[in-house]
């Protein structure tokens, strides 16, 4: 009997590994036809140009974070010069961090909320949105909470690492995983007289490092200017923190609920803030400090998702998710715990059968009218022809100026 129940809690485990790997190639293959310029190509132009040996923030303009560039750089050389392969490795990273999502719940509770967890996931953002730091930065959060809950000791020195990796990927990370790592730190010092040293000292030696190649290689300057670009970004479209602030905030109050027909993936976001808020109050009564964290970690870093693109609450607030389905596994009225988790599944079922890709109006093309180019960089990629056109017009510019002029 007991082989019986082991059997069948590994099958949920098997099962969710199915599912990922069937979304992360359905992710991939929806990117066959799929082709941003901007975003694609930045990315991808940022990868070259450090492959050729130009310098970060002199001579490239990285707008988030180095790690992110270098592991673009690193799949280049590995795969080939194709932006098909950073989509994919995209792709990869977010498969990656629903497993981990999938082994920290099941340490917590038991497979079957495991398995609830990813489906949930999966059915509302499928498919990752733009090959953007977002996804690595998360993977690094994800996988330092992972480690974090993983050993007894809490004062993990590698969780420390990754969190720092997190912020080296995307820098707009770095204040809400300070503040976060500051409250679990002061806690523990205040509740157990213990020092999370360790956490710490792996918190700042990759800071530390990438510091020291900024001042040896004399970046530091070019790479503080990229500091003012929220600022800028701001400035530039009149608006203001206190403004974003409310539209933030009216979104997660009114905008999830009543425009949940056609955005039904902002509700289970909203649900899981409002429920981390309660939880928040609620561990550190209890002092169950390491959920605590967890909380702050999810709603602090809400707050790089103030535009409230899905992409961004999907690799954000999201960690929530791992707090709520704790907070329900231990709740005591099974009837209640069993309503919730059905109407958690509801939404994503809905969401899935009437939006499976996601929401996002990019994918929405029509396939028939796509052509498979001869260009190199966009090998595996359908896109339309007036497209190729173009870039066969800029291809033959370049050929010209290469022949006739002598450029290094």
């Given at each position: 009997m007991?082989?019986?129940?082991?059997?069948?809690?590994?099958?949920?485990?098997?099962?969710?590994?199915?599912?990922?790997f069937?979304?992360?190639?359905?992710?991939?293959?929806?990117?066959?036809?799929?082709y941003?310029?901007?975003?694609?190509?930045?990315v991808?132009?940022?990868a070259?140009?450090?492959?050729s040996?130009?310098?970060?923030?002199?001579e490239?303009?990285?707008?988030?974070g180095?790690?992110?560039?270098?592991?673009?750089s690193?799949?280049?050389?590995?795969?080939?010069?194709?932006i098909?392969?950073?989509?994919?490795?995209?792709?990869?990273?977010?498969?990656i961090?629903?497993?981990?999502?999938?082994?920290?719940?099941?340490?917590?509770?038991?497979?079957?909320?495991?398995?609830?967890?990813?489906?949930?996931l999966?059915f509302?953002h499928?498919?990752?949105?733009?090959?953007?730091?977002?996804?690595?930065?998360?993977?690094?959060?994800?996988?330092?909470v992972?480690l974090?809950?993983?050993?007894?000791?809490?004062?993990s020195?590698?969780?420390?690492?990754?969190?720092?990796?997190?912020?080296?990927?995307?820098?707009?990370?770095?204040i809400?995983?300070f503040?976060?790592?500051?409250?679990l730190?002061?806690?523990?010092?205040?509740?157990?007289?213990k020092?999370l040293?360790?956490?710490?000292?792996?918190?700042?030696?990759?800071?530390?490092?990438f510091?020291?190649?900024?001042?040896?290689?004399?970046?530091?300057?070019?790479?503080?200017?990229?500091?003012?670009?929220p600022?800028?970004?701001?400035?530039e479209?009149?608006?203001?923190?206190?403004?974003?602030?409310?539209?933030y905030l009216?979104?997660?109050?009114?905008?999830?609920?009543?425009?949940?027909?056609?955005?039904?993936?902002?509700?289970?976001?909203?649900?899981?803030?409002?429920?981390?808020?309660?939880?928040?109050?609620?561990n550190f009564?209890?002092?169950?400090?390491?959920?605590?964290?967890?909380?702050?970690?999810?709603?602090?870093?809400?707050f790089?998702s103030?535009?409230?693109?899905?992409?961004?609450?999907?690799?954000?607030?999201?960690?929530?998710?791992?707090?709520?389905?704790?907070?329900?596994?231990?709740?005591?009225?099974k009837?209640?715990?069993?309503?919730?988790?059905y109407f958690?599944?509801?939404?994503?079922?809905?969401?899935?059968?009437?939006?499976?890709?996601?929401?996002?109006?990019?994918?929405n093309k029509d396939?028939?009218?796509?052509?498979?180019?001869?260009?190199?960089?966009?090998d595996?990629?359908?896109?339309?022809?007036q497209?190729?056109?173009?870039?066969?017009?800029?291809?033959?510019?370049k050929?010209?100026?290469?022949?006739?002029?002598?450029?290094?």
């Open positions: 007991l082989k019986d129940s082991l059997s069948f809690k590994n099958n949920f485990f098997y099962l969710s590994l199915l599912f990922v069937i979304f992360f190639f359905y992710s991939s293959n929806t990117y066959r036809f799929i941003d310029g901007h975003h694609h190509g930045l991808f132009s940022n070259m140009d450090l492959i040996g130009k310098k970060p923030y002199k490239i303009f990285i707008q988030y180095l790690i992110t560039t270098f592991l673009h690193l799949v280049l050389k590995i795969f080939g010069f194709k098909f392969y950073i989509n994919v490795f995209t792709s990869l990273i977010y498969s961090t629903i497993i981990l999502f999938f082994l920290i719940t099941n340490r917590l509770t038991n497979k079957y909320y495991a398995f609830y967890a990813i489906v949930i999966l509302n499928p498919i990752i949105w733009l090959p953007w730091s977002n996804y690595i930065s998360f993977f690094f959060v994800v996988f330092s992972y974090l809950i993983k050993t007894k000791d809490k004062n020195f590698f969780s420390g690492i990754f969190m720092s990796l997190s912020c080296l990927s995307r820098q707009d990370y770095f809400p995983i503040l976060s790592l500051f409250a730190v002061f806690l523990f010092l205040y509740f157990h007289k020092f040293h360790k956490i710490i000292l792996g918190f700042i030696f990759p800071l530390s490092v510091f020291l190649y900024l001042f040896l290689n004399g970046l530091f300057l070019d790479w503080s200017k990229t500091l003012y670009l600022a800028l970004y701001i400035d479209r009149g608006l203001s923190l206190l403004s974003l602030f409310h539209d009216f979104f997660i109050v009114f905008d999830s609920l009543f425009n949940f027909i056609n955005q039904p993936q902002s509700l289970i976001i909203s649900i899981i803030f409002f429920l981390n808020l309660f939880l928040l109050y609620y009564t209890l002092k169950k400090i390491t959920h605590f964290y967890l909380c702050f970690l999810s709603l602090s870093l809400s790089t103030i535009n409230h693109e899905l992409f961004r609450l999907y690799t954000s607030v999201s960690l929530g998710l791992i707090t709520s389905m704790f907070f329900i596994y231990k709740f005591k009225k009837e209640i715990t069993k309503t919730i988790l958690f599944m509801l939404i994503s079922f809905f969401s899935i059968i009437f939006y499976p890709k996601g929401g996002n109006d990019l994918f396939l028939k009218n796509l052509k498979k180019s001869n260009i190199e960089i966009l595996h990629v359908y896109i339309p022809p497209t190729i056109a173009t870039f066969q017009k800029i291809i033959k510019i050929e010209q100026i290469d022949t006739n002029c002598v450029i290094t």
